[in-house]
Every structure is written in structure tokens, then in C-alpha cells.
């Protein structure tokens, strides 16, 4: 069965550090996938996206992710925090027919 | 800058009430979701369309919802007749099949009192 794993419920990072978000996935076949954010409130808005090729990807607002086929996983960085980052955070892999599954979502808190 | 649009943004009602839930897709997008969102479940996809046409509702409750696109430019979810637990946060998304990825609306929540 797809699945798709956030193990960190929750992370507080003060402001200026690095942050790392875990996904794990497991799917039959290497998905696309997705790094989404919402902040209180708001809808989801895209950050990133992996389909192919360089295994590294730059997203908006600084963030960038990883992905490592090796572990199934496609973890978030950004190596300087800000207060506006504090938000949730959702990886998603798609399947081949476009469906998302959403992660349990990670919420960050950014501390002075 | 394009946007999903979504209303209402807010919508109050008691049990028993239909409730109709509207979206607007980017234009030129030819897939359109719903999803609702809780506390307890996450994110949950109801249903899914392409080119207008239901391509999967299996996450949605057949006997109280609906969903539909009148034209490429209008999606609908309706509840009949609604009920508490159905309280929630409704995101209707739209992508276009060759771009992949799916752009959010900015959702309507809903209360059923």
C-alpha cells in the first residue's frame, strides 16, 4: 500500500537556525513529489517539486529539498529560519493517476 | 497571478441543512479536486475530475455528497443533508495534467451546529 510519513509532529527552531523536515514515502515506483505550506488559515501553497532529474530542488521562500531514492525519503531544508516560516508543513507524493497523499503535516514554530 | 477561487469562505449552518460548496479553477486547468481537512483525519481526498468528468469519487460519502462540474469553469460539492461531523475545511485544488501539480484554493470552512 502508498503511504507517506512525517514522523515529526511538531518542531520549534529559533529563528536564524537551519531546519530539517523528514518525509518518508513508500511507494511502488518513485512518485512525483511535493512539499506544500499553510499557514493559519490559509489554503496549502506549493514550495517544491520533484519529478525527475537533479535530486536536489530549490523551492520558493528559500526552502529546498532532497530526495534519496536510497531511503525513500524527501526531506525539507532551509538553512536560516525565519519568523514567517512558522507554519505546517506537508510532503506529498502523487501517484501515476494524480491523486496527492498528504502527510500528517509537521508544524514549525520559530522562537525569538 | 492566477488564482483558485473558493466560496464561501465561511459558511455556518445547522444539521439537516443542504450546504453548496463553489469553486472556480485556474482557467485553462483540466483537473479539478476536493479535499477536506480535520484535526483527526488530515487531509482527505473526496473527489476528482478531469476534462469535467469524475474520474474518482471513492473518498466521498455517497450518501450525503455530491460533486459536480457544471462547465470548465464552475465545480460544485454539495451536502445533503448535512451533519456535524461533516465540519471541516473544504480546499478545492486545480492543475493542469501536463504541469503535474495542483494549485490550492484557499478553502471554505464549514461548521454544521
Known sequence: AQSVTQPDIHITVSEGASLELRCNYSYGATPYLFWYVQSPGQGLQLLLKYFSGDTLVQGIKGFEAEFKRSQSSFNLRKPSVHWSDAAEYFCAPRSNDYKLSFGAGTTVTVRA | DARVTQTPRHKVTEMGQEVTMRCQPIL??????????????????????????????????????????????????????????????????????????????????????
Not at chain 2, 478553502?107 to 454544521?112: I, P, S
Open chain 2, 28 to 113: 485553462g486547468h483540466n483537473t479539478v479536486f476536493w479535499y477536506r481537512q480535520t484535526m483527526m483525519q488530515g487531509l482527505e481526498l473526496l473527489a476528482y475530475f478531469r476534462n469535467r468528468a469524475p474520474l474518482d469519487d471513492s473518498g466521498m460519502p455517497k450518501d450525503r455528497f455530491s460533486a459536480e462540474m457544471p462547465d470548465a469553469t464552475l465545480a460544485t460539492l454539495k451536502i445533503q443533508p448535512s451533519e456535524p461531523r461533516d465540519s471541516a475545511v473544504y480546499f478545492c485544488a486545480s492543475g493542469n495534467s501536463y504541469q503535474e501539480t495542483q494549485y490550492f484554493g484557499p478553502g471554505t470552512r464549514l461548521l454544521v451546529l
